[in-house]
């Protein structure tokens, strides 16, 4: 049965002290202990305790004079690597001395004397093995019951500690009571639930052996016990780390600290000289287990002086530095994270109140500084935008101002040119060709091989045809060794072509340059005309001023953009062509239906400058009412060009009421014109036409313009017009180059007619000269024209566009003007290149192109020679077929040398006596997939047989069965043959119609 001890208050006895002498004595004794520079320090010491300690130098006998500050260095510098071993690896390292390698493998690689990847080895190494000791259990079970407990020094990691467990110990159970009897009351209450149950297990409850806590509030009693039990431990120094022996731990139980504890008592006692600190640290672990309620933390005492060594001149150390000295730190800590466990402790209220008044006060300043931190930064975006508006409309206003100087500059120059024109045009002259393509940023950036598209009149370099003229050429690419070798070439086979002796040959290589400017290859993806690229090239405009500087020079450009007067503003020299507004008005579908109406040339029925979806449907409509008998609509966009923006519909085909409408038509005849008669037809129509352009209208180029509505988009937005279609399916297409030189002299260049190959809306090529209208019929028509652009103030070159077809209604040839732009065009380059071979001419009245007769051979002959025929005269005319847009992706893998090694295996080339053959054009340097071609023969179905073949040729050398590559070749072939089937059929109409004419007669 257990017992409950019983406490009887004893008298205390009283005990003898000593006497007040001995008291001063050992006041004084103990302060000189701790003043570690009182020179009785160490007398003391050894004399009481036995403790020798080290000599202490007073440094204050050696502080240097205030007066005179002593300055320089007191290290010797350090040896390093010298210059040469830094700059040249290979040479051998200077030898380590011994006060470097004194100084540590660090410091001898950071200076460099070893290098960084070399391998060392320590020798011996600083690490040691050594066999860890293995205890039989049995040995270790044995220890278990034993309380090994040394001069007041507990291992407290050891200890176990239930304070609701009953033992028999008297003084177990005395303490509980009185700790009980001061423990609150929330405690007490706890501690009787428990009473009954099993007893409560603490963190440390695994521990080998129980301890007894002392009550919070010892008396006076037990300190006067402990002094009187005989012997005081004397004072000693605190060993450094790794001399420590001992592991000194003691307990704080709800916030406080059991000092008369004899586990804390032994720890003041082995910290005396350095308590100072350790109060400190006391203190703040103290405060934090009590704001966090922790009933019980064991402490390290060791680690608690070094953390009070550390953070001695800290402000607070934080709650992980204190954490650190907590032995049982993971209950600690996780009962510190429990939700609401910082408020429970002392004034746990206050605090929680103070914590809410700051969590709110937070959000309200927050969310204040967040309002005003989006104020400021939208002030700052305003700002900002604000002065790059102010600065955009400045440099606006600047550049306003520069493209009015140049273009007043333009004007002025221009006319000076126009008066000099008669004296330049005679005399020796320079012409600087820029093939610029100066159209909209939209359209240049869906070219694709922008800069080889600029490049396909590379054949102006015939120019030199003429003695007077030398020519600079600006390449939008750049261009290699072997493409320049061929056209030197080329160009010097001049005097071959004059005297038909293959041998004779002309070096022109000082009267032609090629310039690429280094711009290109700056802005490599911008996709931007010649004319820009020109412009930001300083080194290529120095050069030009260079070649130019004394001599009368001009300007001949491509599609004319407003970078081509700034060209002519930098060079100061006047250009052949117009005013870019002006030739990008009249270029434009709308503008050149504005000119042809002008001129009094027939015309498809049509509508222009279309913006709208209203005014198309009823425009549409209008037409569909007005022309019953055309089949297909076609609609064009303004800015583009070469058949990229057009789109078509059968619309008859899908209109409902068209046979009504036809009926209608008829039965009015001649009043069908009126709009009272169409008013009936016109509305039926307008109401499917939306529909029927919905589902039946189609782009022509679906690379560029994939759907209808993506076309619609650009054709409301662009604007555009609506133009018929020939009623038959035999039509004719021709180009026809023209000049307006600055003096007013309208004159053609060159004609021909159109062959299509992808498209029958797009050119492809020329057969020149062209023969499928009348040659007065079609000057007449160009005349009209050319007056038109005349009286608009366009100069310099342009092409229009014709259609012809049998109508069926008159059986007469119609020829209508269909498109107009103010450019040097592709098919007028290669024709310089075809006079320039065959040294022909062509004649703008009959349309016949010409060549010089050979010049005959003075040879001996019999007598009975004379009595034979007289030869039949030559024939002195010539038909080309010419075209700079073969594209075939094999061409690639072939070099231009064996290119030509090919052709004349084949037989491809050119004869310089007949003036027949086939001549190449090159215009990808690089790439090699681009390439230009011209045959020549007497007869138009020899050009285009000729030329026929010459693709069949070239594709089955450069194609394998498993690899056609992306061509053209194919679809040029089969429009060649269906041309050679017409031309054959026209020309067995003619020898009937001959016939029968010779058997009238």
């Known amino acids: 049965m257990d017992t409950q001890p019983v406490l009887t208050h004893q008298k205390p006895k009283q005990m003898q002290g000593a006497s007040p002498g001995q008291k001063s004595k050992q006041s004084w004794n103990i302060k000189a202990m701790n003043n570690p520079y009182n020179p009785q320090n160490r007398p003391v010491l050894q004399d009481n305790y036995g403790i020798q300690l080290p000599l202490i130098e007073d440094r204050r006998q050696h502080k240097p004079s205030s007066s005179k500050v002593v300055r320089g260095s007191t290290v010797e510098p350090l040896a390093v690597l010298p210059k040469a071993n830094r700059v040249d690896p290979q040479l051998v390292p200077p030898p380590i001395s011994e006060d470097d390698a004194r100084q540590g493998i660090l410091s001898l690689i950071q200076r460099g004397l070893i290098p960084p990847a070399a391998e060392l080895t320590l020798d011996p190494s600083p690490v040691r093995h050594r066999m860890a000791p293995l205890h039989d259990p049995i040995d270790r079970d044995k220890g278990k019951g034993q309380q090994n407990i040394s001069d007041g020094v507990f291992n407290l990691a050891s200890v176990k500690l239930d304070i609701a467990s009953k033992t028999t110990n008297s003084s177990v159970s005395s303490v509980d009571k009185v700790s009980a009897r001061d423990s609150p009351p929330m405690?007490?209450?706890?501690?009787?639930?428990?009473?009954?149950?099993?007893?409560?297990?603490?963190?440390?409850?695994?521990?080998a052996f129980e301890m007894p806590l002392q009550p919070l509030s010892e008396s006076r009693a037990s300190s006067a016990a402990v002094s009187s039990s005989g012997w005081v431990p004397p004072p000693t120094t605190p060993a450094s780390g790794d001399f420590k022996a001992s592991n000194y731990r003691f307990a704080i139980q709800h916030g406080r600290v059991r000092e008369m504890a004899a586990d804390f008592l032994a720890f003041k006692q082995h910290y005396c000289l350095s308590w100072g600190s350790i109060v400190s640290m006391l203190k703040h672990l103290e405060r934090m287990l009590t704001e966090y309620a922790v009933p019980v933390a064991f402490i390290n005492g060791d680690k608690l002086a070094d953390l009070a060594l550390e953070l001695e001149l800290d402000n607070r150390p934080?709650?992980?530095?204190?954490?650190?000295?907590?032995?049982?730190?993971?209950?600690?800590?996780?009962?510190?994270?429990r939700p609401g466990r910082r408020y429970m402790g002392i004034n746990g209220d206050h605090v929680a109140a103070t914590k809410i008044q700051a969590t709110w006060r937070r959000y309200v300043?927050?969310?204040?500084?967040?309002?005003?931190?989006?104020?400021?930064?939208?002030?700052?975006?305003?700002?900002?935008?604000?002065?790059?508006?102010?600065?955009?409309?400045?440099?606006?206003?600047?550049?306003?101002?520069?493209?009015?100087?140049?273009?007043?500059?333009?004007?002025?120059?221009?006319?000076?040119?126009?008066?000099q024109?008669?004296?330049?045009?005679?005399?020796?002259?320079?012409l600087i060709h820029v093939p610029s393509l100066g159209y909209a940023q939209p359209i240049r950036d869906s070219i694709k091989d922008f800069g080889i598209r600029q490049n396909t009149q590379m054949s102006r370099l015939c120019d030199l045809k003429d003695p007077n003229v030398d020519v600079i050429y600006i390449s939008p690419v750049p261009v290699n060794d072997e493409t320049i070798q061929y056209y030197g070439k080329l160009l010097g086979l001049k005097a071959a072509i004059d005297t038909g002796n293959v041998q004779d040959h002309i070096d022109f290589s000082e009267r032609y340059k090629i310039i690429v400017p280094e711009a290109v290859k700056s802005f490599p993806t911008h996709r931007m005309c010649l004319a820009t690229h020109l412009k930001y090239s300083t080194k290529a405009l120095r050069r030009i001023k260079s070649l130019i500087k004394g001599r009368d020079a001009y300007i001949v450009p491509g599609m004319v953009h407003k970078d081509d007067l700034s060209v002519a503003s930098i060079l100061d020299l006047p250009m052949l062509c117009t005013e870019p507004d002006i030739a990008h008005l009249y270029s434009s579908k709308s503008g050149s239906?504005?000119?042809?109406?002008?001129?009094?040339?027939?015309?498809?029925?049509?509508?222009?400058?279309?913006?709208?979806?209203?005014?198309?449907?009823?425009?549409?409509?209008?037409?569909?009412?007005?022309?019953?008998?055309?089949?297909?609509?076609?609609?064009?966009?303004?800015?583009?060009?070469?058949?990229?923006?057009?789109?078509?519909?059968?619309?008859?085909?899908h209109l409902k009421c068209y046979a009504w409408a036809a009926k209608e038509a008829k039965r009015y005849g001649d009043k069908w014109s009126k709009k009272w008669a169409q008013e009936p037809a016109f509305m039926k129509?307008?109401?499917?036409?939306?529909?029927?352009?919905?589902?039946?209208?189609t782009p022509v180029k679906t690379k560029v313009y994939p759907t209808w509505e993506t076309f619609l988009d650009a054709f409301l937005s662009k604007g555009g017009v609506i133009e018929a279609c020939p009623p038959t399916d035999n039509v004719t297409a021709l180009t026809v180059d023209m000049l307006i030189e600055p003096n007013g002299k309208i004159s053609i260049l060159s004609l021909g007619d159109q062959i299509h190959a992808e498209t029958e809306y797009g050119c492809w090529g020329l057969s020149v000269p062209q023969s499928s209208v009348d040659s007065s019929q079609l000057n007449d028509a160009c005349h009209r024209i050319g007056e038109a652009c005349k009286a608009r103030a366009v100069i310099g070159h342009f092409s229009v566009d014709f259609v012809t077809f049998i109508d069926p209604k008159t059986e007469d040839q119609s020829l209508w003007a269909v498109d107009l732009t103010m450019t040097y065009s592709d098919t007028l380059a290669t024709f310089k290149l075809?006079?320039?071979?065959?040294?022909?001419?062509?004649?703008?009245?009959?349309?016949?192109?010409?060549?010089?007769?050979?010049?005959?051979e003075t040879k001996r002959r019999r007598p009975k020679a004379k009595m034979m025929e007289e030869e039949l005269p030559p024939i002195t005319n010539r038909f080309a077929v010419l075209s700079s847009k073969l594209h075939h992706t094999n061409l690639a893998v072939v070099h231009y040398s064996v290119f030509f090694q090919m052709c004349r295996a084949h037989g491809i080339g050119y004869d310089i006596k007949e003036k027949q053959g086939t001549v190449f054009t090159l215009i990808d340097s690089f790439n090699r997939e681009n390439l230009g071609m011209i045959t020549v023969a007497d007869s138009l179905q020899g050009a285009?047989?000729?030329?026929?073949?010459?693709?069949?040729?070239i594709h089955q050398e450069i194609s394998a069965p498993n690899m056609q590559g992306n061509t053209n070749f194919k679809a040029v072939i089969d429009d060649v043959d269906g041309i050679l089937g017409t031309t054959s059929e026209n020309a067995e109409e003619q020898e009937k119609a001959k016939d029968g004419s010779q058997h009238m007669e």
Not at 318 to 337: F, P, Q, W, Y
Not at 835 to 847: C, E, I, Y
Not at 947 to 952: E, V, Y
């Open 834 to 856: 075809l006079q320039f071979v065959t040294n022909g001419k062509l004649d703008p009245v009959n349309h016949v192109f010409d060549i010089p007769p050979p010049k005959k």
């Open 318 to 337: 934080s709650i992980d530095e204190l954490l650190v000295v907590i032995v049982n730190r993971e209950d600690v800590e996780a009962l510190m994270k």
């Open 944 to 953: 285009l047989t000729t030329f026929s073949r010459n693709l069949s040729v």
């Open 365 to 419: 300043e927050r969310k204040n500084y967040l309002e005003f931190r989006r104020l400021r930064w939208a002030s700052g975006v305003i700002a900002i935008t604000w002065i790059m508006n102010v600065k955009i409309a400045q440099v606006r206003k600047q550049l306003k101002r520069t493209r009015a100087d140049e273009l007043e500059s333009f004007r002025r120059r221009t006319k000076t040119f126009c008066t």
């Open 187 to 207: 405690e007490k209450r706890a501690r009787s639930g428990r009473r009954g149950s099993a007893p409560l297990k603490t963190p440390v409850q695994t521990k």
């Open 593 to 653: 239906k504005r000119v042809f109406s002008s001129a009094n040339v027939v015309i498809p029925p049509s509508e222009y400058d279309i913006y709208s979806m209203s005014q198309l449907y009823e425009s549409l409509s209008q037409l569909v009412t007005e022309n019953l008998d055309v089949r297909t609509w076609l609609f064009k966009l303004d800015e583009e060009f070469d058949g990229r923006g057009i789109a078509y519909c059968h619309v008859t085909d």
């Open 421 to 430: 024109w008669n004296r330049i045009k005679y005399s020796k002259r320079v």
């Open 685 to 697: 129509i307008q109401t499917e036409v939306p529909d029927i352009l919905e589902n039946y209208a």
